[in-house]
Nanobody
């Protein structure tokens, strides 16, 4: 089991920035390489992929609409992944979820929602125009 907790959401104006944090805490018997993804869900819409980072940090992926504005990073010593969001737009408004998947490969990552076993409760990001 892995507990996942997001933080850092809030209300900002268009053009401003936010940094989301995802703290993941494996149970005593959990071990492996933890790839971490960010997803978001706007009202009335399906949950969608935003970004992902592999356990070794070398592999990253972003959805097209956030490329150049969002940056994902991780600190494995703190079991924390960050999503730096700059130049926010009203269309970025959503609940942002952090998700964790375990793999035998340190370079593994996936953008598929169904591949993730552990999810946080989400943090609201609201961008006003």
């Amino acid at each position: 089991q892995v507990q996942v907790v997001e933080s850092g959401g809030g209300l900002v104006q268009a053009g401003e920035s936010l940094r989301l944090s995802c703290k993941y805490v494996p149970s005593g018997r959990s071990f492996g390489n933890y790839a971490v993804g960010w997803f978001r869900q706007a009202p009335g819409k399906e949950r969608e992929f935003v970004s992902v980072i592999s356990w070794n940090g070398f592999r990253k992926e972003y959805r097209d609409s956030v490329k150049g504005r969002f940056t994902i990073a991780r600190d494995n010593a703190k079991n924390t992944v960050y999503l730096e969001m700059n130049s926010l737009k009203p269309e970025d408004t959503a609940v942002y979820y952090c998700a964790v998947t375990v793999s035998a490969s340190s370079g593994y990552y996936t953008t598929a929602l169904l591949d993730y076993s552990y999810w946080g409760q989400g943090t609201q990001v609201t961008v006003s125009s």
